[in-house]
């Protein structure tokens, strides 16, 4: 546990990392805002639903059952959620009996594998025909954009 | 018990399974991601542990007087989602080492706890305790006997002890709230020795020494270990509860001590008056924060 200073916030993500410091803020790594932590998580989770959605709404047809499967929807991505960290979890138990993965949690690997499905659902969202869904993509691969260019300033920061 | 059911037991709403999962969980998923996680599982045990709902319910209606049954559905659904919260955030400590910020609310009366030569740590089954105690530990660098009530599963109970000792990098040390006779010989040693001793006293098992107290307007039974540790012993004892402000954030909330301090007085009208003061700060700090308290069996008498 630690003690902050009063003024000083963390953030995990480098884009606003960056956007503090840009602001005057003293600002360092960690895992203490919210906004990351639900702001990220109803994204990348209601972009599964979303994506989900549009793959199984086309095949079904009277509108009582269109309610039910958005209703019941979010419980599968969930579900499918749970299965993807076990399968993960298997490819990471390999990797580190490889000596290719190390660090103390599966975190990082799965988040990896989060991110690269999560882009490409949005890469799948620019072809939608859709007026909502196609900015849906467009706003996820921006924010990406923008962190890893950020994520290449903070490098260089340090560099110079 | 056969092979089988034993290995069904584990999967009971206080089986291992459970925590082992959670484990699983704060090392497999990211940060971001367990907000949505934790709401799903949150959905899933308020069906699933239908006695601690229950409890939760019965609580509130005495916490909360006069209040709708059906939005207190949706209060004990949010203990439940803050409880997964504090032992998911516990669990992210021991396995991930992760940082969490707090802010203190009568920090000097933590600065005396953490100078005290013996002291009484009394807490409530709120907010983080686990987290709390090891996180205590480890900053000021003191030792904690932490007093619990024993856990229906044993290997609940070893996983429990393990993840908090492993937390606290052994400077927490777990025992069980049992009717054994050694237990308050053992922490009346330890008290001398200038070891803190933490309690939970807002609920009291059976067999163990309790007495009646009024919380909420309600008689209730509450531990009268502590206040006897604390007599015979002359040590003080300090409220302190840890709640969950906001994500990785927590407020430790550290009251004026008691004492119970050997006076003219008999020992009953002593213990009785530190116990009524105990009470008040109790029912101050669960009626700030009701949504954290996770007594997940009923404390008041059935109406």
Known sequence: ?160 | MTDSHRWFHRFAVRGVAWRRYLDFGVTNVPFYLRPVMIFFWTIFFFFFAAPARRAILSNLRVVLPGSSPLLNLGRAWLTLYNFAWTIADAADHKLGKTEFAYEVEGAEFLEQLAAAQGAVLLTAHMGNYDLGAALFAQRYQRNIRMVRAPEADAQTARHLDESLERAGAGAVKVAYNTSSMALPLELLNAIRQGEIVSIQGDRAVAHVSQRAACLFGEEVKLPDGPFMLAFVSQAPIYPLFIVRTSFHHYKIITRPPIHCLRSERDREGVMEEAMRNWSRTLESVIAANWSQWFSLVPIFPER
């Open chain 1, 1 to 160: 546990m630690n003690d902050p200073a009063p003024g000083q916030i963390g953030y995990a993500f480098a884009l606003p990392r960056l956007a503090a410091r840009l602001a005057g803020h003293k600002v360092r790594r960690a895992e203490f805002s919210r906004w990351e932590a639900y702001g990220l998580g109803i994204l990348v989770f209601g972009m599964s639903c979303v994506f989900g959605a549009r793959l199984f709404l086309p095949f079904v047809r009277p509108m009582a059952l269109q309610v039910l499967v958005l209703f019941l929807l979010p419980f599968a991505i969930w579900l499918a959620f749970l299965i993807l960290y076990y399968l993960n979890f298997l490819v990471i138990g390999v990797l580190r009996r490889l000596g290719l993965y190390s660090v103390l949690t599966n975190n990082p690997f799965q988040h990896v594998v989060i991110m690269a499905l999560t882009s490409g659902i949005a890469f799948s969202f620019l072809g939608d025909e859709c007026a909502w869904v196609k900015p849906l993509g467009v706003f996820w691969l921006g924010l990406l954009s923008l962190n890893l260019l950020s994520i290449l300033l903070e490098k260089l920061r340090h560099e110079l």
